[in-house]
Antibody, heavy 125, light 107 residues
Framework: EVHLVESGGGLVQPGGSLRLSCAASGFTFSNYGMRWVRQTPGKGLEWVSAISGSGDSTFYVDSVKGRFTITRDNSKNTLYLQMKSLRGEDTAVYYC??????????????????WGKGTTVTVSS | DIQMTQSPSTLSASVGDRVTITCRASQSISNWLAWYQQKPGKAPKVLIHKASNLESGVPSRFSGSGSATEFTLTISSLQPDDFATYYCQQYNYYPGTFGQGTKVEIK
């Protein structure tokens, strides 16, 4: 069975740092792109960052560019999100999610077919 | 950016009711739309991908339809386990955009 388990959330002061981890099991981790998605009561679900299966390609929402870094260790089946210069608006539940790819005419389309239970990040003084 | 708008935001219904949720895209996304169900304190769970394809293990009372800019999620006979919030997500344009959600409440 496919499982994703996030960890690393907590309370941090504005300007602080935090590293989230997501341990994956039940599938060939390196074959799949992965994402971090966050959820706040005010803004709903928001994609934060994504990384290709090899780790060569990374993507970020504009609001976290330069502050967050997504990486993965395929030997450990683990996804990471390093968060720096945290702001109050980064307060959210952070989910890791596995991408499912649909290929049509050599074009890839991705949705998220497996999600972890989430880890809560609170940025407050 | 593609905007996804769901309606209604909240829906009150009874067990056994037929329920329809609408999701509109600000521009055509072909049929690259997924629907997710989320219960309080839980992660989202994908129900449907590519507008109408039911994920494995999802009850057949759920169905999806639509293309281009207008899509619907229908629950043919609402069950107690279906009271939750539902989100659409377009994935025609990477990385995808979510709708704001529709909460299905007990009437």
């Amino acid at each position: 069975e496919v499982h994703l388990v996030e960890s690393g959330g907590g309370l941090v002061q504005p300007g602080g740092s935090l590293r989230l981890s997501c341990a994956a099991s039940g599938f060939t981790f390196s074959n799949y792109g992965m994402r971090w998605v966050r959820q706040t009561p005010g803004k709903g679900l928001e994609w934060v960052s994504a990384i290709s299966g090899s780790g060569d390609s990374t993507f970020y929402v504009d609001s976290v560019k330069g502050r967050f870094t997504i990486t993965r260790d395929n030997s450990k089946n683990t996804l990471y999100l390093q968060m720096k210069s945290l702001r109050g608006e980064d307060t959210a539940v952070y989910y890791c999610a596995k991408e499912a790819a649909v290929v049509v005419a050599a074009t890839y389309y991705y949705y998220m077919d497996v999600w972890g239970k989430g880890t809560t990040v609170t940025v407050s003084s | 950016d593609i905007q996804m708008t769901q309606s209604p935001s909240t829906l009150s219904a009874s067990v056994g009711d037929r329920v329809t949720i609408t999701c509109r895209a600000s521009q055509s996304i072909s049929n690259w739309l997924a629907w997710y169900q989320q219960k309080p304190g839980k992660a989202p769970k994908v129900l449907i991908h590519k507008a109408s394809n039911l994920e494995s293990g999802v009850p057949s009372r759920f169905s999806g339809s639509g293309s281009a800019t207008e899509f619907t999620l229908t629950i043919s006979s609402l069950q107690p386990d279906d009271f939750a919030t539902y989100y659409c997500q377009q994935y025609n344009y990477y990385p995808g955009t979510f709708g704001q959600g529709t909460k299905v409440e007990i009437k």
